[in-house]
Structures are given as C-alpha cells and as structure tokens.
C-alpha cells in the first residue's frame, strides 16, 4: 500500500515534476483534459437547466468517475516553479480512504462537528458566516459582533480588514503580518464578548498572502488550532508557494485546515459540466496533495460572478453529490448571491443556492456573499442568520423536492442577476447602537421565511 505523499515528497515534487508553462496550461492542458472527458464518460450537454437541482444520481457517479480521472491525469500546476505535481492512483485512493469524515471546530459547547453527508441526509450542514466581505475598521467589530450572536451561525469566518489604525495595508508587507494578528485578536475577542468563547472560526480572510497567515493563526491570542485555517489557491487546479507555506504553517501548528479554489463555468474548464469535472478533481487533490482537512466543491459562473443562476445550481447540486457519494469527505460548497441588504432577492438567492447544498449532501457552507461581496460594508448579521436556518432546514429535503422549490425561487429573482439591487450597507441596514435591523430589513426576512415555510422548507415558526 502506498500512503499519500507527505509534505516533503509533494516539495520534491514541485521541482521535479513535467514542465509545463502556466499559458500552455490554462490554454491547452486544462481544457482538452476536460474535454476528453466529457466526451469519455458522455457527459457534454447534460445540465439540465429546467431541473436546476440534479436527482439523476446515477450521472453524479458519472462526474466522479470523470473528475477521478482528471485528477490522475493532470495533477496541480505549481505556478513558481511551472512544474506539475501528480499523484499516483494509490495515492490518490489512499488519501481519500484516510481523509476525516467528521472534523470537530471550535472548542467544548460552543463548538461544531462537522460530519460526512450524503443527498437528502437529516444531519444539519454547518453554516459559517460570513465570507470575507471587506468592512471598515468602524464597523468590523459591530458587524462581527451581530454575526456570531447569530445562533444559526454555527462557525464564525466575518469580514476582511483592508486598512489598520487608517493605514493601508499592502499584501507581502509587514503591515500584512501584522494585519492577520490583529485580525485574529479581534476576532477572538469577539466571540468571548457573543459568549460564544470555543465557537469554531477560519480564518485568516484578511490574509492575501501567507504573511497575514502567519500573523493570524496559532499565534497566541489568535486564531487556535481547533479552529480552520483559511487556505486558497487559484483555479483551475493550479497551487503556488503561497499556498504550499500556509499548508505547512498550519501542519507546523498542528492544525486543521480548509482548503478551497474554484472552478470556473465560461473559465479554462468550458461549460457547466467542465466545471464540475475539474471541481471535483480539485477537491480530491486538496486531500492528496494539501493534506487537507475539510473543503472542496466550489463553483462560479464567470458571467454573473455569482452561481445562484440555473447552469451554477445545477453545477453545485452534481457536483456535492457527486462527493458525497463516492467519498467520506466533509466538502464545503459556497453559494454566491448578487443582491444585496434588504433586498427580497439576496434572501431568495440564498434560499436557492444553500438550499441546493445542503438537500445535495455538502457538509458545510460559507456565506452570504452580500452584493456578490464588491462593496464595503455590505453585509448585515440578518441574511447571516436567515442562511443559517437554511442549512439547517433544507437538510433533509431530498434533491428532488429541492428541485421543485428552486422552479419556484428562480423567477423572484433570476432576470435582475446581470443587474441585481445591491441594497443597502449595514450602517443603513442596522440599528448600529443595538445591533438591531431595521424595521425595513426586518420585515422583509419575516416575508420571505414565510414563503419558504410555504414551500416546504421547514423553518422554524416566529
């Protein structure tokens, strides 16, 4: 039995593996792998916009297969050294066979386990709010502070930080490092004052390179080992030191860690079913290569920067069951919205999108991505709660039924994605002196989880 490589062999491998220039890899690896196994396993032209929540099981095998595949055959590109790191079939099966099915973040009762779900399974998926939308230095604290009072919130992730005591800070730069450990103190601090102290956190979102992580995590005062680091890499299926020292970092401090990168629909992996075929891939690699912990599933559709539109439902729905059913990985999938604070649409998106998630057997999500995350501020702890309530009561709906009540969601709101009403920023939002929304935004929630009710989501009553 050959166990998957170890950190220093996946090193070895950055140097020594076929060269490849990042061009030739974006414009011609990538693609034609993919569509070699589209047309391999028949899978071209099968996303079925008028079913934007796939059922069809037997086609997410399909995907896995073909995902597997890929995975084999191309590996991860290392943007440093413009070599490939590959993983042997064994490997790549050992890795999986070895990954944690179920992940405990956070510490004692305030903390969450995370578990392996499959396509319709009753066991809540964690919610982590929310994703990394920049905020002001004024108003991190408020808004971080609503969000983990949230009790639908099960893992704390907030806002990024962009400037320090009004300085701004440049990625690669001390002020990064220190950036991250400010960061990190504050957010600690935070969930002492939620009375949340072990509520589980990733973090850094504040890190654009590894120097905001090392000021962040396992650091004394910040982010703790029982909670995730944040680990991104860009797609498709490309790594870089960057990425390579935040896994070490994290390995070094004896943590866990959540890595992610996503593919892209109308990107270097084509239409919606590339993109599920080089998704997939990715997430297996993370285990093989990164050592992940929990993570993998991720999906975009370039053209709305968003993937609540029917190509990236459908994209997102195949693609969890697709891992739920051939692995026991704890994946993470995330729903980007386009709408903003009190806008009836940002809550249909996240109904749709999370919805699809979880019915499809993800085992955690993060979000909302408010406004599709461009503007500062624009992020309230009320669409965190409401998306909360959505892991925890779509979890259960079988995908089926799930498909039905997105035929219902998707008209609300799926003409106005290329321009969506990007609402209002949490100081409009909010009552900011009681951490209270508005009357407006209030009344709002209160419509919308009405109708979910109605639709079958079983949401708890007011």
Not at 179 to 188: F, K, P, Q, T, V
Not at 213 to 221: H, L, R, V
Request: overall charge negative.
């Amino acid at each position: 039995m050959r166990n998957p490589p170890d950190i220093i062999e996946v090193l070895a491998r950055t140097q020594s593996g076929e060269y490849c220039t990042t061009k030739d890899w974006d414009t011609r690896r990538v693609p034609g792998a993919v569509r070699q196994m589209l047309q391999k396993h028949g899978l071209a032209k099968t996303c079925d916009t008028q079913n934007p929540c796939n059922y069809d099981f037997e086609l997410a095998d399909r995907f896995y297969q073909a995902g597997f595949e890929l995975a084999l055959e191309l590996g991860y590109h290392v943007l440093d050294t413009q070599r490939t790191v590959k993983v042997s079939r064994e490997e790549l099966q050992n890795a999986l066979k070895y990954a944690p099915s179920q992940v405990f973040v956070g510490e004692g009762k305030d903390g969450t386990l995370i578990k392996h779900r499959t396509p319709g399974d009753p066991y809540p998926m964690a919610s982590v709010c929310s994703l990394g939308i920049t905020n002001s230095e004024a108003m991190f604290p408020l808004i971080t502070l609503g969000i983990a009072r949230e009790r639908a919130v099960d893992i704390l992730e907030a806002g990024s930080l962009i400037t320090l005591r009004g300085h701004e800070v440049l990625s690669g730069t001390p002020w990064e490092t220190l950036l991250g450990y400010e960061h990190a103190r504050m957010h600690l601090d935070i969930r002492r004052k939620a009375g949340r102290p072990g509520m589980g956190a990733i973090g850094c979102i504040s890190a654009v390179t590894e120097y905001g992580q090392f000021g962040a995590y396992g650091t004394p005062g910040g982010f703790r080992t029982t909670d995730l680091a944040l680990i991104l890499f860009p797609s498709e299926l490309k790594i870089d030191y960057r990425t390579l020292h935040k896994v070490i970092h994290t390995l070094n401090c004896g943590g866990m860690m959540k890595c992610d990168s996503p593919s892209m629909i109308g990107g270097m992996a084509g239409p919606p079913e590339g993109a599920v075929i080089c998704s997939i891939a990715c997430a297996l690699l993370s285990y093989a290569i990164l050592q992940n912990t929990v993570g993998g599933g991720e999906i975009y559709d370039v053209r709305y920067l968003a993937n609540v539109n029917r190509e990236g439902l459908w994209a997102l729905s195949v693609t969890a069951q697709a891992l739920a059913r051939n692995t026991h990985i704890c994946s993470h999938i995330i729903a980007n919205q386009v709408s903003g604070p009190v806008t009836a649409s940002l809550l249909y998106e996240i109904a749709a999108g999370v919805g699809v998630i979880a019915a499809s057997g993800a085992s955690m999500s993060t979000g909302p991505r408010s406004a599709g995350g461009k503007l500062n501020d624009h992020i309230t702890p009320l669409e965190c709660r409401f998306m909360g309530e959505i892991c925890h009561a779509a979890s259960g709906i079988s995908p089926q039924h799930m498909n039905e009540i997105c035929k219902e969601l998707l008209p609300k709101y799926e003409d106005r994605l290329k321009n969506p009403d990007v609402g209002k920023p949490f100081q409009e939002a909010y009552n900011v002196e009681r951490l209270e929304p508005t009357a407006e935004w209030e009344d709002i929630y209160r419509r919308v989880k009405a109708e979910m009710i109605q639709l079958g989501i079983p949401m708890d009553e007011f």
